[in-house]
T-cell receptor, first 114, second 114 residues
Framework: AQSVTQLGSHVSVSEGALVLLRCNYS??????LFWYVQYPNQGLQLLLK??????LVKGINGFEAEFKKSETSFHLTKPSAHMSDAAEYFC????????????FGTGTRLTIIP | NAGVTQTPKFRILKIGQSMTLQCTQD?????MYWYRQDPGMGLKLIYYSVGAGITDKGEVPNGYNVSRSTTEDFPLRLELAAPSQTSVYFC?????????????FGPGTRLTVL
């Protein structure tokens, strides 16, 4: 069974500073990994996905994530935080052998300090 | 495309009442899902469907029922509402034709049971 662990339920960074949101996964098969963002009172929106084509994945709004098999990690980063990045971020995993279901982490709420 | 739509947006129920949460997608996706989101818990899968007439239980199905008579619609039924069902409910869909099975989410239904 697959699972993901997001370290830090709340992260605060200053505007313009580096954003780093951590996600570690557990999977018995090569995983597909996703980061979703949820803005207040909205549904989830896909930020980026890892599908084994490249270990560094670029997503929308300047976010990127690097798949590190040796560390079983898929951390989300953005070089310079913007006020509009304030949201909740979810890491998710699914197996790539016909398992369509996603397993989500518990989420990290990102606050941007002006 | 409207994507995934959910109605109602908000609802307050009394204990023991029943209701149906509606979900419709216009992307011709085979797969559809119902999640509930509770603070600090991430998203938990309630039920899912891989096509019209086929449904299966997710992680937290107790107290809920679903049906899938058409590709577009996937209603979630709550019978005998309980305070533990107070949550935000999200419907999602994904395409069987996508290797990565990216899920598209609706805006959610906020349900309070008093």
């Amino acid at each position: 069974a697959q699972s993901v662990t997001q370290l830090g339920s709340h992260v605060s960074v200053s505007e313009g500073a580096l954003v780093l949101l951590r996600c570690n996964y557990s999977s018995s098969v090569p995983p597909y990994l996703f980061w979703y963002v949820q803005y207040p009172n909205q549904g989830l929106q896909l930020l980026l996905k890892y599908t084994s084509a490249a270990t560094l994945v670029k997503g929308i709004n300047g976010f990127e994530a690097e798949f590190k098999k040796s560390e079983t990690s898929f951390h989300l980063t953005k070089p310079s935080a913007h006020m509009s990045d304030a949201a909740e971020y979810f890491c998710a995993v699914r197996g790539n052998f016909g398992n369509e279901k996603l397993t989500f982490g518990t989420g990290t709420r990102l606050t941007i300090i002006p | 495309n409207a994507g995934v739509t959910q109605t109602p947006k908000f609802r307050i129920l009394k204990i023991g009442q029943s209701m149906t949460l509606q979900c419709t997608q216009d992307m011709n996706h085979n797969y559809m899902y119902w999640y509930r989101q509770d603070p600090g818990m991430g998203l938990k899968l309630i039920y899912y469907s891989v096509g019209a007439g086929i449904t299966d239980k997710g992680e937290v199905p107790n107290g809920y029922n679903v049906s899938r008579s058409t590709t577009e619609d996937f209603p979630l039924r709550l019978e005998l509402a309980a305070p533990s069902q107070t949550s935000v409910y999200f419907c999602a869909s994904s395409s069987h034709q996508s290797s990565y099975n990216e899920q598209f989410f609706g805006p959610g239904t906020r349900l309070t049971v008093l």
